[in-house]
Nanobody, 121 residues
Framework: QVQLVESGGGLVQPGGSLRLSCAASGTIFSINTMGWYRQAPGKQRDMVATITSSGWTNYADSVKGRFTISRDNAKKMVYLQLNSLKPEDPAVYYC???????????????WGQGTQVTVSS
């Protein structure tokens, strides 16, 4: 069983910062890509940022220069630092990971339960 658990969402003023964390746990053999997606009400879930096991990163154009993704492979964690938050950033942020299970050595895509980010003055 594999589980992703996010933390760190909340309410912040425009221009403020938040740090999201996501911990992977369970019967994990290895982890490939980890990342963050977000979904605003009435909209599709979009990629925010991803990071490979070797540290290559990819960002949505809308967050480049403001958000930073990082990971700790030993702790099986991924982070998203959100700076200069804008009114268009509020959404439920979901952690994503491509994980190879220890039980059957098969790869699967896993999602966290989501954490709400609200930007309001």
């Amino acid at each position: 069983q594999v589980q992703l658990v996010e933390s760190g969402g909340g309410l912040v003023q425009p221009g403020g910062s938040l740090r999201l964390s996501c911990a992977a746990s369970g019967t994990i053999f290895s982890i490939n890509t980890m990342g963050w997606y977000r979904q605003a009400p009435g909209k599709q879930r979009d990629m925010v940022a991803t990071i490979t096991s070797s540290g290559w990163t990819n960002y949505a154009d809308s967050v480049k220069g403001r958000f930073t993704i990082s990971r700790d492979n030993a702790k099986k964690m991924v982070y998203l630092q959100l700076n200069s938050l804008k009114p268009e950033d509020p959404a439920v942020y979901y952690c994503y990971s491509n994980i190879r299970r220890r039980s059957d050595r098969k790869w699967g895509d896993y999602w966290g339960q989501g954490t709400q980010v609200t930007v309001s003055s």
